[in-house]
């Protein structure tokens, strides 16, 4: 089976663009996670979504952050627009708590460069 | 806020040492798991523990959870190369279902 995909593996843009960070689940998982690491703030969660709904959406630094799950095999986190500061590694990771336990599968990740 | 901190934030030591990882919270969780991530890929579970005191091993990995359930340490006997990554523990709070809190990290590099 495959894990849990992302695209675009890498991304490079300029500020002020918008940039769209795709990410498709595990088939059968119903909780999807946005998170983002850095050297400095670590693993942070921005959003997460059970059963294709907003749950959590704290973590999301500002209006600029936006995380859509229009059914169960999708979701998007979109950034416009892009600030330098938002360089980081973004996963995506999903889970079916009452199969797996609560284990989080993450993507391989999408790095961004903000330039 | 839930912080979970982890300790020591880098180990660098030589292949056959034993080490030990510490994550601290001040709040009790209702689960903690660790997870490593290795360069370029997500971090992937390497156990969960759920009850107070509870001890689980996993080859030369000992995990431990603390009593009250605020705290966790991970033990690695005679470290290899290919532990290298960094660990990361991460907790349920009651109430938070789904969630997952990441602590800071350790980074971790075993050398021959």
């Known amino acids: 089976d495959a894990g849990v995909i992302q695209s675009p593996r890498h991304e490079v843009t300029e500020m002020g663009q918008e940039v769209t960070l795709r990410c498709k689940p595990i088939?059968?998982?119903?909780?999807l996670f946005w998170y983002r690491q850095t050297m400095m703030r670590g693993l942070e969660l921005l959003i997460y979504?059970?059963?294709?709904?907003?749950?959590?959406d704290s973590g999301m630094p500002e209006d600029r952050f936006s995380a859509k799950m229009p059914n169960a095999s999708f979701s998007t986190l979109k950034i416009q627009p892009s600030e330098p500061r938002d360089s980081a590694v973004y996963f995506c990771?999903?889970?079916?708590?009452?199969?797996?336990?609560?284990?989080?599968?993450f993507g391989p990740g999408t790095r961004l460069t903000v330039l | 806020t839930q912080l979970l901190e982890q300790s020591p934030q880098f180990l660098s030591i030589q292949e056959g040492e034993n080490l030990t990882v510490y994550c601290n919270s001040s709040?009790?969780?209702?689960?903690l798991q660790w997870y490593r991530q290795e360069p370029g890929e997500g971090p992937v579970l390497l156990v969960t523990?759920?009850?107070?005191?509870e001890v689980k091993k996993l080859k030369r990995l000992t995990f431990q959870f603390g009593d009250a359930r605020k705290d966790s340490s991970l033990h690695i006997t005679a470290a290899q190369p290919g532990d290298t990554g960094l660990y990361l523990c991460?907790?349920?709070?009651?109430?938070?279902?789904?969630?997952?809190?990441f602590g800071t990290g350790t980074r971790l590099q075993v050398t021959l």
């Open positions: 990771a999903s889970s079916n708590i009452q199969t797996d336990g609560g284990e989080q599968f």
């Open positions: 088939s059968g998982h119903n909780s």
């Open positions: 979504f059970n059963n294709n709904v907003p749950i959590d």
């Open positions: 709040s009790v969780f209702s689960s």
């Open positions: 523990v759920v009850t107070g005191g």
């Open positions: 991460a907790g349920r709070y009651t109430g938070t279902a789904s969630k997952l809190t």
